[in-house]
């Protein structure tokens, strides 16, 4: 061929001249490896496509490798090339299937194998959907919004949303509404739980703030304060072990949750802190009632027009309002 | 005046300033309630000038602004806008009625005055300069509570005295002692004792008052050299109590009260000293006893006898202050337990004593239990003696103690007119300092928008402040960060703004009823003429009593809230 510089390479018997650039098949030599380790000898006749992915996917499922093992380890454990050969055929194998999955972590390479059957979920998956499959994936338990989705994946919402209903439909993504921001759309991994910024926590029901189960709950934690130890006082764990108790809540409440409450009870003034207890812990006791010198009520005197509404009483007293030709000088 | 039935309900004057002050438009209400429109005109005359006047500058200004009032009218009743909406026509009070007006208000102390001599035209002339004080007029509905406290304390000899030199202003010895014996007549309540007439009853609470400190001497204001002469007007001087006249007997004073006087009995007792009632001594013994009260509310489970002891604490400090003249403020708040001892009432004592260890131990046993009390904190050790327990001094953190009665007021007031959780918000802000809407939202457990709508109307109120922290160089408000806090000294000014309007609005309105309710009065007075009429007319009466009687006690509520808040 004109314009190429033919290399002249020395060879070795029983080794190819290979051009530059050209992919090498390169067999054992028989006499070397009878010369060399008897393993070897016995590997080279056992090794096979099977047996390399056979042991690949033991190494992989070991327990310290269960988060993806190293690059460094696999050429460890395959240093021949046969098996190397084997271990790239077996790579590209799993990866097609989705049974392995690739990381890269301080320059370094990591396999994953990843489960037959979460694999089997993958199947049939294109580019396009495994791309938003992953944007997703990334974001987690917080979810991403498909405005976000569009962006980093950088597609039309017409075939963003055909992968969203596909993957839907494969039970591998769902949808979710945020409690700070009800009309946005959110996507997350379908096993995955919501966080707790996404769903409120406890304290929501839906996407609703639930007012009455606080306020049952506040009241339950002032009766628990008033009626045990005989009003002597109630640290937030034996509220808590009340609560579980009784089965106040559906959800048993973490003892973050419990102070929380008792708080906004302390806010209130209707309970305060009184003497530790034996383990050291403050003890809650109800608010003793303190006159403020304020009894007056009726602030709504305050607005402008209060001289021109006539005020009303329970009993039928009426003071009538002014007239509007009044407050002249 | 004119015929216009509507204009009879009128209460401002031509001088009243516009409502940016509540605290100036309730004082000129009130001064208008006790004295009539004349002596309200000269108030809002002096608040308008601001500083101090001359009488001759009161009366030109009075006469300009009628008279621009006056062309005023003209021209509306040109122009024929409406016949109904006629400005009621204030008569032009002449420069008597003003220096009358004036010398009222001196009497009472809502005026103070300064002297300046100065040389005009080689001619040395003494010029009188007037200040208003709005603080001391809001205090005239006030009266009634210092009289109560009197009477509780005092009984009612000590309270007819106490109400008749309120009333009066300021009064001699012998003109307050004799219409006091009057009063006491007319209601017919025996004196105190078989073994003295009423004079002397009187006289010895007379005394007793003066030692107390609730009463005070009119001091006179001293001229900065020489007499140039002429008197601002005649009267001036009969108020000030001067010194050479104090022994002087007037004419037409009762002879046997000039002559117990006289007898030595009474020698803090001139005839003619000038008498007036000290007022911050009634606001330093309601407080003690308001603060006593609070202490023994929060404490009294815990430490027997707290509200009592902080109680007879304060009652000494007041003492001292008034009566001692201690004006040093570190030596008034200091005292021991012998100190307190006779502030205490009987019970408490007999129960201390009756303690082992006898009464100085037990006192200051719960006087050292009180200081490891810090929320909020009641009473400091300030020396320590070991083995004396009596010698040992406190003091009392009333300001402390004042500003957590404030505070719980400012909530009270938010609860009321913005619900719970405005109330929890602004205690969370005033617990925990600045912070931002969400956080506030977690610890309240309220949704973060219904947060933000609260904040916002607190902020609107002036309950709250908001600091904005741009996070770049540029206005950019999705990356600004809104901090929300709490300022007890914009809260406390607020909060008593909010009083005062309310208090001037109760008043206005109960003005307006006693306006709408006259015919009624005149016809129960009179006497029906037909039963079924008389029968509706009771009806409305009774109806019309109930609303005064809330509306009374609407701003007897408002004034103690008021006294709370600003003369604590």
């Known amino acids: ?158 075939p963003l949303n055909k992968i969203f209903k596909h993957l839907e439909q494969r039970r591998l993504i769902k949808p979710v509404k945020s409690v700070n921001a009800k009309a946005k759309k959110l996507y997350m991994l379908y096993d995955l739980r919501p966080s707790k910024e996404i769903t409120g926590g406890v304290w929501y029901s839906g996407l609703e703030f639930d007012h009455e189960f606080i306020s049952e709950l506040r009241t339950f934690v002032i009766q628990c304060i008033k009626k045990l130890n005989d009003g002597k006082g109630v640290t937030m764990t034996e509220i808590k072990l009340k609560m579980k108790q009784v089965k106040v809540s559906k959800v048993e409440l973490t003892i973050e949750e419990v102070q929380q409450l008792v708080q906004t009870l302390v806010y209130d003034n209707l309970i305060e802190e009184g003497p530790l207890s034996n383990s050291g812990e403050v003890r809650f006791i109800a608010a003793r009632r303190i006159s403020t010198m304020c009894d007056f009520k009726w602030w709504d005197c305050l607005s402008p027009d209060f001289h021109f509404r006539p005020i009303r009483f329970e009993d039928g007293v009426i003071l009538a309002a002014h007239e509007l030709h009044h407050h002249t000088a | 005046m004119s015929n216009n039935q509507f204009a009879s309900f009128n209460p401002t004057t031509a001088l009243s300033s516009i409502a940016h002050d509540p605290l100036v438009t309730l004082s000129s209400n009130c001064i208008r309630d006790f004295f009539g429109p004349t002596v309200q005109l000269v108030a809002d005359c002096l608040q308008a000038q601001g500083g101090a006047s001359t009488l001759a500058q009161i009366i030109n200004t009075i006469k300009t602004k009628l008279e621009e009032r006056g062309r005023t009218k003209e ?138 400190g609730y009463i005070e001497e009119v001091t006179e204001v001293k001229d900065d050299g020489g007499d140039a002469g002429e008197t601002e007007f005649h009267g001036l001087d009969t108020l000030l109590g001067n010194e050479e006249s104090k022994e002087k007997v007037d004419s037409n004073d009762n002879p046997a009260t000039v002559s117990l006087l006289q007898s030595g009995q009474y020698k803090s007792l001139q005839p003619s000293t000038v008498w007036k009632v000290n007022i911050r001594m009634f606001h330093d013994s309601l407080r003690a006893v308001s603060l006593g009260t609070l202490v023994y509310e929060i404490y009294g489970q815990k430490v027997q006898f707290a509200g009592s002891m902080v109680a007879a604490a304060l009652k000494l400090a007041a003492y001292k202050e008034h009566a001692e003249g201690d004006k040093n ?30 009464v100085n131990l037990n006192m200051y046993k719960t006087l050292l239990e009180l200081c490891k009390c810090h929320h909020p904190q009641v009473v400091q050790q300030v020396e320590v003696a070991d083995g004396h327990p009596e010698n040992a001094k406190f ?91 709490v300022s007890h000294a914009r809260t406390l000014q607020h909060t008593t703004d909010s009083v005062c309007t309310a208090l001037y609005n109760m008043r206005l309105r109960r003005q307006h009823e006693v306006e709408v309710g006259k015919e009624w009065i005149e016809r129960q007075e009179h006497g029906a003429e037909e039963e079924n009429e008389s029968e509706i007319d009771k009806l409305k009466f009774t109806q019309f009593c109930k609303g005064m009687e809330r509306l009374d006690r609407a701003a007897l509520q408002l004034d103690e809230t008021l006294m709370v808040l600003k003369d604590y």
């Open chain 2, 395 to 485: 003091q009392i953190t009333t300001s402390r103690l004042v500003q957590f009665l404030q505070d719980r007021i400012a909530k009270q007031i938010i609860l009321d007119s913005h619900g719970e959780i405005a109330a929890r918000v602004y205690a969370i802000l005033r617990a925990k300092g600045s912070l931002e809407s969400d956080t506030i939202a977690e610890i309240a457990m309220v949704p973060a928008k219904e947060t933000r709508e609260v904040l916002h109307r607190l902020y609107r109120e002036k309950y709250i402040a908001l600091f904005n922290l741009n996070q770049g160089k540029q206005h950019n408000p999705t990356s600004m960060f809104y901090i929300w806090s």
């Open chain 1, 1 to 158: 061929m004109s314009g190429r510089k033919r290399t002249s390479t020395s060879v070795q018997s029983g080794r190819k001249r290979v051009r530059i650039g050209t992919a090498v098949k390169v067999k054992a030599d028989p006499a070397a490896a009878a010369a060399g380790d008897a393993t070897t000898a016995v590997d080279t006749t056992k090794v096979s496509q099977a047996s390399v992915k056979a042991r690949f996917e033991a190494l992989l499922n070991e327990p310290q490798y269960k988060n993806g093992a190293p690059n460094k380890v696999i050429q460890e454990n395959f240093a021949t090339k046969e098996e190397q050969k084997y271990l790239v055929e077996t790579i590209n194998e799993l990866s097609r299937g989705s049974r392995l999955t690739m990381s890269k972590m301080d320059n370094q390479l990591f396999y994953t194998i990843v489960d037959e059957e979460v694999a089997q979920k993958y199947q049939g998956l294109d580019a396009n959907d495994r791309l938003v499959l992953q944007v997703i994936e990334k974001a987690g338990n917080k979810g991403i919004w498909t405005k976000e989705i569009r962006l980093q994946t950088n597609m039309h919402p017409q």
């Open chain 2, 329 to 358: 403020f570190e030596s008034q708040k200091l005292f021991s337990t012998e100190n307190i001892q006779r502030y205490l009432s009987k019970p408490v004592f007999q129960d201390l004593e009756k303690k082992p260890g006898g």
């Open chain 2, 75 to 212: 021209r509306v009743e040109m122009i024929k806008v409406t016949r109904l909406r006629t400005i009621s026509s204030f008569g032009r009070p002449s420069a008597n009625s003003i220096g009358a007006a004036l010398l009222v208000l001196i009497q009472h102390s809502i005026v103070t005055y300064t002297k300046t001599l100065t040389v005009i035209r080689e001619k040395k002339k003494m010029i009188y300069r007037y200040k208003f004080d709005p603080d001391r007029a809001r205090l005239l509905p006030r009266y009634p509570r210092y009289v109560e406290y009197t009477k509780k304390s005092m009984g009612e000899i000590g309270a007819a005295l106490i109400e008749e030199l309120l009333l009066q202003g300021r009064m001699r010895t012998v003109d307050a002692v004799e219409q006091t014996v009057e009063q006491l007549k007319q209601l017919k309540s025996p004196p105190a004792s078989d073994r003295y007439t009423y004079r002397e009853a009187v006289l010895g609470c007379f005394g007793r008052l003066v030692q107390g």
